[in-house]
């Protein structure tokens, strides 16, 4: 007996097999729009660059999500577990760290924007290939936040310059955490045997 292909249904009750053209998820979402979000009340203190370096902040944070939850799942599919959940809580900490933009520019009346996000890398060669590409894309992370904090000081925006210094505290933390995997990777080298006993590790 032939298998009839799976289907989804949407809202308005249509059926479309997930073979159909508007599925492909190389495109971008239905709907998707280059609107601008609205300002209640237009506040002196938070200027048009700053709102445009708060609302890079939260697109680059939450697209650290999802690489960091491409990750997660590739390594759950691979079999190392603990380095899965400890990869998934990474995702959603990146999450987090978006609301403190949100919450800043919500403050001064400006509604935040929702980001359309870029599909990260799906596949990798292995752990030391992820704990890698992490502790590098950290590094980026900072110089981000950092060519942020020297806008402020430029600007005299000692308010935004105070919630760099939080990020910047956070990715202290962040590069403590991809550093020490980088070191065991040194010391212990990537053999099976090593990979598995740090995956443990991972899982606390």
């Not at 660059?49 to 960091?68: D, F, G, K, P, T």
């Not at 550093?179 to 006993?197: H, S």
Request: net charge negative; hydrophobic share 35%.
């Amino acid at each position: 007996m032939e298998a009839k292909p799976r289907t989804l249904k949407r809202p308005d009750s249509k059926v479309v097999g997930l073979a159909d053209k508007h599925m492909d998820i190389s495109k971008p979402s239905e709907g998707a729009t280059n609107e601008v979000p609205s300002v209640k009340t237009k506040n002196p203190l938070l200027g048009d660059s700053c709102a445009s370096y708060l609302n890079y902040r939260i697109q680059q944070e939450e697209y650290s999500a999802r690489i960091y939850l491409a990750m997660s799942m590739w390594l759950n599919n691979e079999g190392y577990m603990g380095a899965a959940a400890l990869w998934r809580t990474y995702s959603d900490e990146e999450m987090k760290h978006a609301d403190i933009a949100r919450k800043y520019m919500l403050s001064f009346g400006i509604q935040p924007a929702t980001p359309r996000l870029d599909q990260p890398k799906q596949t990798f060669s292995g752990l030391p290939e992820i704990i890698k590409m992490s502790f590098e894309h950290e590094i980026e992370v900072s110089k981000q936040i950092k060519e942020m904090a020297n806008h402020s000081l430029a600007d005299g925006d000692h308010m935004l310059y105070e919630l760099c210094l939080a990020y910047l505290k956070e990715q202290v933390e962040e590069h403590d955490k991809t550093q020490t995997w980088m070191d065991k990777l040194e010391a212990f080298g990537t053999d099976k045997i090593a990979l598995r006993l740090l995956d443990n590790e991972m899982a606390g």
